[in-house]
């Protein structure tokens, strides 16, 4: 297992189209692996395959107390929701940022596991908003995409100057 880089907004692999995963195999587990290990490490709730270069339509998350029931999500599809609620997010891939979006209160999301088989799950609080937040990584949605574009225009302002000062110190270093 081996930590992986995670990519940071505004990054057009942060954009780009996924692929449904076709194969179970070891390279798949190898991947699901890595993107645990990068969760946790990054101690963030959720990790979807875009965020560190992988176009495939798979996320992982653990919304437990412990953080020790780690869960994983291939294909995912959300085949109901109900509800409207207001959803303060952050996101490994802005980091920093913290803001208000709109997401469904209940849904239903059906997916595959890791050994490939189908399971549906009806949920709510956290672990909803977490499934919706994820999803839509894998359709190179972001969090910010559903703030204002003047706000949307900030937190990029503010991220590549985060990045310019970082690739300075590493120069100066
Ligand atoms: O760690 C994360 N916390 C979080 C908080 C509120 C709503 C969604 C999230 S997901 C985020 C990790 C992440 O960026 N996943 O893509
Ligand atoms: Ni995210």
Redesign the pocket.
Known sequence: MSVRE?IIHPDPRLREKTSAVDAFTPELEKLIADMIET?YQ???????AP?IGEQKRL?V?DVSENHDQPQVYINPEIVAKAGEVQ????????PGV?ETVPRAETITVRALDQQGAAFEQQLTG?HA??VQ??L??LDGKL?IDYLSPLKQKRIRKKLLKQERLATQNAEQA
Do not use: K
Not at 42 to 48: D, S
């Open positions: 995670i969760m990054a101690q963030g709730i959720g990790l979807a965020q996320f998350l959803s303060e997010e952050g996101c490994l891939s802005i913290t956290l908003i977490c937040h994820e839509d990584h969090f």
